[in-house]
């Protein structure tokens, strides 16, 4: 089956420490995203890339480095430069930029 | 500033019966898409309906439909014959068809269905 699958379900990590959230999709698709979604605020973008070896920041992008070396992967990482990454991250993708994005099941992140 | 506005923090609906979430908007944009997005308590986002502001009819997708008002910015969206699957959080979000394709969120609207 088609979709975006992301990958730890549920990560902890200690402070000062750098973590990768991986993402990847089958459905062809040009352009992937990354959100953070925080108790009662809506999906704040973090990066997103339109094409491989290309990707722009979003309004929050500071803390987080991303990569888009394959078409289907785009792996998000998290520094120690991000002063409160405790968060719930969706990952999701689009055939192209301005159509329709389509999510991940997401992915939990506990810094301990 | 763009920006969407849910003022619905928490709602409930009794199964079977028609509920309506709210949502505005603000941009000076003339051509974006609408969309409603519910995320269930397994937290993955999944897409609702989907309008395009230049389409004056409203979209429906089975039990779902909007009432778009492009004039009041203004996107509700309808839930008839309430199931208790129904039960998550929805929200509202628009995309601007130009420039940096931006999708903006609102805060969400907890919805819970009750047998």
């Known amino acids: 089956d088609g979709g975006i699958t992301q990958s730890p379900k549920y990560l902890f990590r200690k402070e000062g420490q750098n973590v990768t959230l991986s993402c990847e999709q089958n459905?062809?698709?040009?352009?992937m995203y990354w959100y953070r979604q925080d108790p009662g605020q809506g999906l704040r973008l973090i990066y997103y890339?339109?094409?491989?070896?290309?990707?722009q920041k979003g309004d929050i992008a500071e803390g987080y480095s991303v990569s888009r070396e394959k078409k289907e992967s785009f792996p998000l990482t998290v520094t120690s430069a991000q002063k409160n990454p405790t968060a719930f991250y969706l990952c999701?993708?689009?055939?192209?930029?301005?159509?329709?994005?389509?999510f991940g099941e997401g992915s939990w992140l506990t810094v301990v | 500033a763009q920006t969407v506005t849910q003022s619905q923090p928490e709602m409930s609906v009794q199964e079977a019966e028609t509920v309506t979430l709210s949502c505005t908007y603000d941009?000076?944009?003339?051509?974006?898409?609408l969309f409603w997005y519910k995320q269930p308590p397994s937290r993955q986002m999944i897409l609702v309906i989907r309008q395009e502001a230049y389409k004056q009819q409203n979209a429906t997708e089975n039990r779902f439909s909007v009432n778009f008002q492009k004039a009041a910015k203004s996107f509700s969206l309808k839930i008839s014959d309430s199931q208790l699957g129904d039960t998550a959080m929805y929200f509202c979000a628009f995309m601007i068809t130009s420039g940096t394709y931006k999708y903006i969120f609102g805060t969400g609207t907890r919805l819970k269905v009750l047998a």
């Open positions: 459905l062809n698709h040009d352009a």
């Open positions: 999701a993708s689009s055939r192209g930029h301005g159509n329709t994005i389509y």
């Open positions: 890339s339109q094409i491989v070896n290309d990707f």
């Open positions: 941009t000076s944009e003339n051509n974006y898409y």
